[in-house]
């Protein structure tokens, strides 16, 4: 049976599920239950002052009938006194002295403060600490929050405050509200961070009552918007945890976060880079027990790939993520239909023929039977038939072998440059500088 | 009668018996199981795993076919139900499981069965042997019966690091799961399967053995250091009328065993009579069909409301066009001058109030005679006891039920557990396979707890 146990930035951890900096990290009595159950880490929801509740908090987006394809909250911080949460910590800790236990911190930009309450913390015996740069909403209002996460200077500055009393590890958590996520990244490296996590929420509104016209979630009447995750934010975090784990500036460990339900979703976190992955919105919707299937199915799934560790597997796919200008030109799919497996339902049809290159065919054979027929010539490769049929098997994507050898975009203009320097690419700016 | 159904009163080919024989429902698609696993609520402290008398973590093993997570699926189903793929085939699930399932009350249950089945049929595919057994605790353990709960007990037995051995009379283990449920709803492959996942445990099963003939209960005593008895019942009993001897009556539980080996054209054309209305009466019934007979009839001395077979057993019969005469008891069985069945007579009932306001009993229509045409009867009128074999024991028991103390399955002599249909009747015990399954854990546990846990806490 394949090993679970991972390491991040020196932070132990008996597999790479961990709980995030939320609602199940409140108390001690959820930590704890959260260990019972599996979970082999989570991070202590924010620690800051002062305490404010929000009422109501939380809205989620339902997709088809399926409940909690996104979620959005305005909740706070820690809705109670720093000396609570460090006892139940201290309890906590000392219960189950295996588990990776993190603490994640919020305070005013200033040096003191950092140092302050990263001692207070440190003292009643963490694993690590985790810097709330993120929060989109409340916090932001005062600098705290996304409000410093958004500005690379600051994240670099706190990073190494903090970094300057601590003794355990530092990771800091990465806001996505940011054009370039390798910014902050970088500038968390710059500030000393052992680790990265990310993303957290995105600014979002979750929706407006037809009847009420009242925002959704709102306050009395009133609506701000929220934090988005769950789901529909995996995509979007995916692509930020693997842009931070190509970069070699980065060059830190990342703890991955966004919208990770099951071990599937998780591993694609591992394979791009995450060497943990932090977990809130399914345990949320379905309860602690989920991680059972989540370490159950990792196992399963490594010890089919023949992988004695969790750690083989860790950042196996970031090769592969690159640039578009890397890409191949020259490598071209089409679509194939397999008429034993074709219901005929002509969704590939219609969106071919609306909305894509028209290349799928209509047709009756000699029985009297519809089919459909893909006019391979004409198929750019573009997959949109495939993800539209609701059936397995039914269009596979066919590599076809290209008569020119492999491309990429950037290649050609290097080519090209190299041809004629003095025609080459069409960049204005470079071309002023030959 | 279904479409797909050949009988025709002519004899069928082989082909067409096959045909008749083959499971009858097809297994989930895999478009089906995704759309109804991501269907289950996954309901906290889920009703479906209290309505499982094994206790399967239901909402657990769909949550894993929805992840892709296919032999953690079936690992979840068969730890707790080592015969959880027969079972998932044979389960009255809408009075189980799919009765208590949470969305009856908004939308439509999940089809538990078929998921299960599902996961089990993916784990046959693959191959995959799903547990392993435990340490060798030093003790052994004597299985007599190869059936649901003799190796459910015979599995956990294993895994807790017993050394066990089972005897079965018959050429292959399984029990009723291998022999007693007819072809098409339970495939032979499904149980044999399930034998195999115990044997490749360890156990030794020893088939074609018959405790107190081939081996004496002495032996398996002096042998063994403890004994669970699981032989399950025996034929059907005598009706007590005359004609019973004659050539064309048979036993239902030997009828449907023989089509799980051999499909011959013995009830081609011919009119069958089934007396009973159980659910083996029914399978007696509706293999006579498939086997090609003209006509078949399920004679009751009550009416549909006292029937016991399950709702959907009664449904598949007369989709298979098996007619019935309700309020009818046969008094003779008619012969020709060669011994063969040529009619049943029969009587009219009608049912009169219980005095003790049970069941309605069924009294005689006075001068309400008649006589079915048939060539065939088959009897279903229950199931009698492996009497001999229970007194060798020399254990306490109500006519052949075997007495245990409900919690650990324990007889009246402590070595000998028993777990099954043997403890089934006069209010004791269940009589599904699936309860089976898990009065064999549950003998299995208490003989771990008796045996090597007690034992190691006093040293």
């Known amino acids: 049976m394949a090993d679970l146990r991972i390491r991040l930035a020196g932070i132990s951890s008996p597999n790479p599920f961990w709980l995030a900096s939320a609602p199940p990290t409140n108390t001690g009595y959820q930590v704890q239950r959260a260990f019972e159950a599996g979970w082999g880490g989570a991070v202590w929801k924010t620690l800051g002052d002062p305490i404010i509740n929000t009422s109501s908090r939380f809205a989620a987006v339902h997709f088809n009938g399926q409940r909690v394809a996104g979620f959005n909250n305005i909740e706070l911080i820690t809705d109670r006194p720093l000396e609570v949460n460090l006892e139940e910590i201290y309890e906590t800790k000392k219960r189950f002295p295996g588990h990776a236990l993190v603490v994640s911190l919020m305070v005013e930009p200033k040096r003191e403060k950092w140092h302050e309450i990263v001692k207070k913390v440190e003292a009643v015996g963490v694993d690590g600490l985790e810097l709330n740069f993120g929060c989109p909403h409340g916090m932001a209002e005062r600098g705290m929050g996304s409000a410093s996460g958004q500005q690379p200077d600051l994240v670099e500055m706190q990073t190494m405050w903090a970094k300057e009393a601590a003794k355990t590890p530092v990771i800091v958590k990465l806001t996505p509200n940011i054009t370039d996520i390798t910014a902050t990244a970088k500038a968390a490296a710059r500030g000393g961070a052992d680790a990265i996590s990310l993303i957290n929420t995105i600014n979002s509104l979750a929706g407006v009552d037809l009847d009420t016209w009242n925002t959704v979630p709102h306050v009395g009447g009133k609506g701000a918007h929220g934090g988005y995750c769950g789901p529909a934010v995996k995509p979007i975090a995916l692509n930020m945890v693997a842009e931070c784990a190509r970069n070699p500036e980065v060059g830190i460990p990342i703890s991955g976060i966004g919208g990770i339900s099951n071990w599937r979703d998780a591993t694609e976190f591992l394979l791009m880079g995450s060497t943990c992955v932090q977990v809130c919105t399914a345990a949320m919707h379905h309860g602690f027990s989920i991680v059972e299937d989540m370490i159950d199915g990792l196992t399963n799934y490594l010890d089919e790939k023949g992988l004695a560790s969790v750690n083989e597997l860790i950042g196996r796919s970031v090769g592969r993520y690159s640039d578009w200008g890397d890409l191949d030109l020259n490598y071209a799919v089409v679509a194939r239909i397999d008429r034993d497996n074709c219901i005929v339902c002509n969704k590939c049809h219609i969106a071919c023929e609306d909305t894509s290159h028209q290349c799928i065919e209509r047709h009756t054979d000699d029985s009297g039977a519809a089919y459909l027929l893909v006019r391979e010539e004409d198929c750019v490769g573009c997959n949109l038939c495939s993800i539209v049929c609701p059936v397995e098997g039914a269009i596979s994507m066919i590599e076809v072998p290209s008569s020119d050898p492999p491309l990429s975009w950037n290649q050609r203009q290097a080519a090209i440059t190299a041809i004629n320097p003095d025609n080459g690419g069409d960049d204005s700016g470079e071309k002023e500088a030959v | ?459």
Not at chain 2, 254 to 280: P, Q, S, Y
Request: hydrophobic residues 40%.
């Open chain 2, 1 to 459: 009668m279904g479409d797909s159904l050949s009988a025709n009163g002519a004899g069928l080919s082989a082909e067409e018996l096959r045909r008749n024989f083959a499971e009858v429902k097809p297994g989930m698609r895999p478009k089906e199981a995704i759309e109804e696993s991501n269907r289950c609520l996954y309901c906290y402290d889920a009703p479906c795993i209290k309505a499982c008398p094994t206790g399967i973590n239901v909402p657990s093993f769909i949550k894993k076919i929805s992840t892709g997570n296919m032999l953690g699926s079936a690992r979840a189903i068969m730890d707790a139900n080592p015969v959880g793929a027969s079972c998932s085939r044979v389960c009255p699930t809408e009075e189980l499981c799919e009765g208590a399932c949470v969305l009856n009350h908004s939308s439509k249950p999940i089809r538990i069965g078929d998921l299960q089945r599902y996961a089990t049929d993916w784990a046959i595919g693959s191959g995959k042997t799903l547990f392993q057994a435990g340490p060798g605790n030093g003790r052994s353990a004597a299985v007599v019966g190869g059936g649901p709960a003799g190796l459910s007990a015979a599995r956990e037995l294993a895994r807790f690091g017993f050394s066990v051995t089972v005897f079965e009379a018959k050429e292959q283990a399984g029990g009723l799961n291998t022999y007693g449920i007819v072809s098409f709803r339970l495939p032979q492959s499904i149980s044999l399967w399930e034998v195999e996942q115990i044997r490749k445990l360890g156990v030794d099963i020893r088939t074609g053995i018959k405790v107190g003939e081939d081996v004496t209960v002495q032996e398996l005593l002096e042998q063994f250091d403890v004994i669970v008895l699981a032989i399950g019942m025996s034929k059907v009993p005598m009706l007590g009328i005359e004609g019973e001897q004659l050539d064309g009556v048979y036993d239902a539980i030997d009828f449907v065993e023989a089509t799980k080996t051999e499909l011959t054209e013995e009830m081609a054309g011919k009119r069958v009579a089934v007396i009973g209305a159980g659910n083996t009466a029914v399978d007696a019934a509706t293999c006579s069909v498939r086997l090609g007979a003209a006509n078949v009839k399920m004679v009751y001395r009550r009416s549909r409301e006292e029937m016991t077979a399950y709702d959907f057993e009664f449904e598949f019969a007369k989709q298979d066009g098996v007619e019935f005469e309700w309020l009818s008891m046969p008094v003779r069985i008619i012969g020709d001058g060669e011994g063969k069945v040529t009619g049943l007579e029969c009587v009219r009932m009608r049912l009169e109030p219980a005095e003790d306001g049970g069941r309605r009993r069924p009294v005689p229509v006075e001068g309400s005679g008649y006589t079915l045409e048939v060539d065939a009867v088959i009897k279903a009128i229950g199931q009698t006891r492996y009497l001999p074999l229970i007194e060798q024991l020399g254990i306490e028991h109500k006519r052949g039920i075997v007495t245990v103390d409900p919690v650990t399955f324990q007889t009246s002599n402590p070595r000998i557990y028993a777990a099954g249909d043997v403890v089934f009747g006069d209010g004791q015990g269940e009589a599904m396979v699936v309860s089976a399954a898990q009065q064999g854990k549950l003998a299995a546990y208490s003989i771990h707890q008796t045996l090597v846990e007690r034992r190691e806490r006093h040293g």
